[in-house]
């Protein structure tokens, strides 16, 4: 199923087998000690390095539950009359399909995935960058497609990438694409960044945005076995990232979006008797992030308060 389609979710493979995901991803580890895959969260890639990057096949089987309950609530964020800047990848994709019903917006973007699923909304607006064609991604990308984003200014922009951390934010592992995606971010007042739970604590050879930068991040839930997501999550909320958390089967509470002078933090278990203003630990210094990493059980517990609130 890899070398068909490239990637592969765990749980596809265990839908196909018929067994469990705890089965199939030890199965999938013996593989990836064969060299026969890579694996990822929450499924396998073919065998490749740091700088590899998966193309639209492939990335269109990885996590598409998530995507689709992360692109319902981003919708939400998105007001009549906007003007948005928004990146390529799947789950912007996913996003443009329901911006099609938001009248008066007004969306510049460098994807012709997105402006493909926008192109038949009466009521918005799509204003393509130059540049020259990614065929990988179908993304413009190039000096043309930076040039024809310099002098904008637009309330909000929606990225995605290959890799989230708290230590470097968003990355992505092509520089043309990280290019045009730093030129969107100095286009937008706020940055709302679209990953799911497989992207949580990945990093990639290109910084897109920094995490002072990320306003919001707008993900799924992860499963109780992916600590690093759960540790993750944790850490960006504690340098004042935004999160809101989707459910693949329904949304999550929403609030509104926060202003990047007045960005506050949506608290997580332990952070509740400090104030929103407060400067975050440092790293390595005693503090939440320097503290005995929590059992999958109690991160799940963290996780599921993070969505409540």
Known sequence: ????????????????????????????????????????????????????????????????????????????????????????????????????????????????????????????????????LRGSNYALVGSGAEQSLQGLRVSRAFLSGSGLTAERGLSTSNMLSASVDRALVQAAAEVVVLADHTKLGTDTMFQTVPTDLITRLVTDE???????????????????????????????????????????????????GRHPGAPGPLRGAPGPLAAPEPQPAERAARVADLRRR
Do not use: Y
């Open 1 to 132: 199923m890899v070398r068909a389609n490239g990637a592969v979710s765990l749980r596809e493979l265990a839908r196909v087998v018929q067994t469990s995901e705890v089965t199939v991803r030890r199965d999938v580890r013996a593989l990836e000690a064969e060299g026969l895959l890579d694996r990822r969260h929450g499924g396998a890639v073919l065998p490749g390095g740091f700088t590899r990057e998966s193309g639209l096949p492939q990335k269109s089987h990885l996590a598409t539950a998530e995507k689709t309950a992360i692109a319902d609530v981003a919708a939400g964020l998105v007001g009549e009359g906007e003007a948005i800047v928004v990146g390529a990848g799947t789950t912007t994709q996913e996003l443009a399909r329901r911006l099609a019903r938001v009248p008066g917006l007004t969306v510049v973007t460098n994807s012709l995935l997105v402006a493909q699923a926008l192109a038949h909304a009466n009521r918005v607006e799509v204003v393509m960058t130059g540049g020259t």
């Open 222 to 272: 992860p499963p109780p076995h992916e600590d690093r997501a759960g540790t993750e999550l944790q850490a960006l909320a504690d340098q004042g990232v935004q999160i809101t958390v989707a459910g693949t089967g329904q949304s999550g509470p929403e609030t509104a979006p926060p202003s990047r002078r007045a960005r506050q933090d949506v608290p997580l278990p332990g952070q509740r």
